[in-house]
């Protein structure tokens, strides 16, 4: 412990039991009020990034998507309790089931991109980085986990409880009370980003990236989407670009994907990367 921070037995009078006399740092009632929530935007940005640079993690592969996407093993137990069901609620698990071959490619892609074991200038790159949770995000978590390699759970406090997935590493499970934080941290080390069939949160993550890279806040990346019959049923790009509210070379942003493979080769284009496992062969 830091000089003069030691703990000192409390002479146990009045003025050393009011709560004014804590020390600012371990006074959470002091640290919880509105007017500390600049210094607590500030913890949210350094403890993360404190983390993740004393592991050497040099650079992410982000992996968004749903949190509801059955795994395939549970498929057939998904459609059997859907046979009990309304037909609308029904379809809605039925439709789920039928994304269930996401989670497989988001778990080959992380598998195959982690048994890579990129290393550059002495850090780790294309660290498999997740929101923490289950679904696609645990799919992420778990093909690194089964390459034998740490991966990192970006978690978020909910009004409904969401634990991390077992398979993040434990000691690169972060925790956020802010969005905003939150989504920082997937980007600041992001070096490419799949993003898989997902609702609200994913849109917000992957609109948020489209927009920093098309206005030039951050350099260009490799945006892989996965699913392009679902992304173009529920978001009408060419329509986007046809009423002239994006252009039409914005949309090249976007790599679409369907397969682990395809994922990593586009990865691999975009960098000049040498198929090779051990030290990174390419440039930005």
Same mark, same amino acid.
């Given at each position: 412990?830091?000089?003069?921070? &030691?703990?000192?037995?409390?002479?146990?009078?009045?003025?050393?039991?009011?709560?004014?006399?804590?020390?600012? =740092?371990?006074?959470?009632?002091?640290?919880?009020?509105?007017?500390? $929530?600049?210094?607590?935007? @500030?913890?949210? *940005?350094?403890?993360?990034?404190?983390?993740?640079?004393?592991?050497?993690?040099?650079?992410?592969?982000?992996?968004?998507?749903?949190?509801?996407?059955?795994?395939?093993?549970?498929?057939?137990?998904?459609? #059997?309790?859907? +046979?009990?069901?309304? +037909?609308?609620?029904?379809?809605?698990?039925?439709?789920?089931?039928? !994304?269930? #071959?996401?989670?497989?490619?988001?778990?080959?892609?992380?598998?195959?991109?982690?048994? !890579?074991?990129?290393?550059?200038?002495? #850090? $780790? @790159?294309?660290?498999?980085?997740?929101?923490?949770?289950?679904?696609?995000?645990?799919?992420?978590?778990?093909? &690194?986990?089964? &390459?034998?390699?740490?991966?990192?759970?970006?978690?978020i406090i909910l009004p409904h409880e969401q634990a991390p997935n077992t398979y993040v590493t434990p000691y690169l499970s972060l925790n956020f009370h802010y969005f905003a934080l939150r989504k920082m941290h997937f980007l600041l080390r992001a070096?490419?980003?799949? &993003?898989?069939?997902?609702?609200?949160?994913?849109?917000?993550? /992957? =609109?948020?990236? *489209?927009? /920093?890279? @098309?206005?030039?806040?951050? !350099?260009?990346?490799?945006? /892989?989407?996965?699913? #392009?019959?679902? %992304?173009?049923?529920?978001?009408?790009?060419?329509?986007?670009?046809?009423?002239?509210?994006?252009? $039409?070379?914005?949309?090249?942003?976007?790599? %679409?994907?369907?397969?682990?493979?395809?994922? %990593?080769?586009?990865?691999?284009?975009?960098?000049?990367?040498?198929?090779?496992?051990?030290?990174?062969?390419?440039?930005?």
């Amino acid at each position: 412990m830091e000089a003069g921070f &030691a703990d000192k037995s409390d002479p146990g009078t009045p003025q050393t039991r009011h709560p004014a006399y804590r020390l600012a =740092f371990r006074d959470q009632d002091f640290l919880l009020r509105e007017e500390l $929530r600049p210094v607590r935007f @500030q913890l949210e *940005l350094l403890k993360p990034e404190m983390v993740l640079d004393e592991a050497r993690v040099g650079s992410t592969l982000v992996m968004y998507g749903s949190a509801r996407i059955p795994p395939p093993e549970a498929q057939e137990e998904a459609l #059997k309790q859907a +046979e009990q069901l309304p +037909e609308d609620e029904a379809l809605v698990v039925r439709n789920l089931v039928a !994304k269930s #071959k996401y989670y497989a490619e988001a778990y080959r892609l992380s598998r195959m991109v982690s048994e !890579k074991s990129i290393v550059e200038d002495g #850090k $780790r @790159q294309f660290v498999i980085c997740s929101g923490g949770g289950p679904s696609i995000m645990e799919a992420a978590n778990r093909g &690194a986990s089964d &390459a034998g390699a740490e991966s990192i759970g970006l978690n978020i406090i909910l009004p409904h409880e969401q634990a991390p997935n077992t398979y993040v590493t434990p000691y690169l499970s972060l925790n956020f009370h802010y969005f905003a934080l939150r989504k920082m941290h997937f980007l600041l080390r992001a070096r490419a980003v799949a &993003a898989f069939p997902g609702g609200f949160g994913t849109f917000d993550e /992957l =609109f948020e990236l *489209l927009t /920093l890279v @098309q206005t030039g806040k951050m !350099k260009p990346i490799p945006i /892989l989407l996965y699913g #392009k019959d679902f %992304w173009n049923r529920v978001i009408d790009f060419e329509a986007l670009a046809e009423e002239g509210t994006v252009s $039409r070379r914005d949309l090249d942003l976007i790599t %679409w994907c369907e397969t682990a493979e395809e994922g %990593w080769q586009a990865i691999r284009d975009f960098y000049e990367i040498e198929d090779g496992n051990g030290e990174m062969q390419a440039g930005d």
